[in-house]
């Protein structure tokens, strides 16, 4: 299947970056990653903003036009023989001839990489148990909301988990859970959804969004604001979310159960709402 670099279509196999890619020397990029269901890119719009205020955060103009972003995207799903697919883009602030932290030349160009992947959501038999996740300290730098490629300390955080039989770790920072690795995190105690609220140390998530408007839409009662420790530790319920996990419920926390050890009704309710909310969207 082909992959977009640099305006062109190519076999991965043909697809080629300088070592001198500030990507590569220096976690110097951008990325964006958007769910497509049954060829339909899903708030396609709202990522590719996402994309434009990542790319201003770290002072790097966007390379491309929307109207050819929106292309891109539509071509590579289009190729690629999965009808569910993860679309994910990268923009690096380019290579330049020598090594300097400073940014290179406005003569440099920008690195843009996109390339299309089946997308695999939770099974049934994941979301019915849940999954398992540790807590660890946010080791993150202050610009959480950003979504920069330099994701060390998401690596070695999601490793730290994977390496303990667990799915996904969740980021403490002052005794404030902020989010997971790789998703947000929700929290329900006696009947309240609860959010961390978006500031520059938790990403903003696209399905985060989506389950604020469907929690609104379903006057579940709803609290923005941020979420103690002790709290997480005496939650309900505890989901994370992402483009790719959907809504899944975390059932158990470092080792103990959260709940009653299984996936909590408003998760259930949530995860149902979010599907029917992306056939609406897709059939339109
Ligand atoms: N937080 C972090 C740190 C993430 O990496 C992701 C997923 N890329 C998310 C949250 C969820 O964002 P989204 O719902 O847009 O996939």
Redesign the pocket.
């Known amino acids: 299947d082909p992959v977009y670099l640099n305006g062109q279509f190519l076999p991965l196999a043909e697809a080629r970056v300088s070592p001198l890619d500030r990507g590569f020397l220096y976690g110097d990029g951008v990325y964006e990653?958007i769910p497509v269901y049954s060829r339909r890119p899903f708030r396609m719009a709202e990522?590719l903003a996402?994309l434009q205020a990542t790319l201003a955060g770290i002072h790097l103009g966007n390379p491309l036009p929307l109207a050819e972003w929106q292309k891109i995207v539509e071509r590579l799903v289009e190729q690629a023989p999965w009808d569910d697919q993860s679309i994910y883009l990268q923009v690096t602030r380019g290579a330049d001839d020598k090594r300097d932290h400073a940014f290179p030349p406005a003569s440099v160009p920008a690195t843009v990489f996109a390339f299309a992947s089946p997308l695999v959501t939770p099974s049934p038999a994941v979301r019915a148990a849940g999954v398992a996740a540790i807590t660890v300290t946010d080791q993150r730098w202050a610009r959480?909301d950003l979504?920069v490629i330099s994701?060390l300390a998401?690596v070695l955080a999601r490793q730290q988990a994977v390496e303990l039989g667990c799915a996904e770790a969740l980021l403490i920072r002052d005794s404030y859970v902020k989010?997971?690795?790789?998703?947000?995190v929700f929290v329900v105690k006696d009947g309240l959804l609860l959010a961390p609220p978006k500031t520059q140390l938790?990403?903003?998530?696209?399905?985060?969004d989506v389950i604020l408007e469907l929690a609104a839409q379903h006057q579940q009662p709803l609290e923005v604001r941020e979420i103690a420790e002790a709290e997480l530790r005496t939650a309900d319920e505890v989901w994370m979310?992402?483009?790719?996990k959907e809504v899944l419920a975390i059932t158990t926390l470092d080792g103990k159960p959260v709940g009653n050890g299984k996936p909590g009704p408003l998760g259930v309710r949530m995860w149902q709402w979010y599907q029917d909310f992306k056939n609406t969207v897709m059939r339109k």
């Open positions: 990653v990522h996402r959480c979504k994701l998401n989010e997971g690795a790789a998703s947000n938790m990403l903003p998530g696209i399905t985060y979310t992402s483009s790719t």
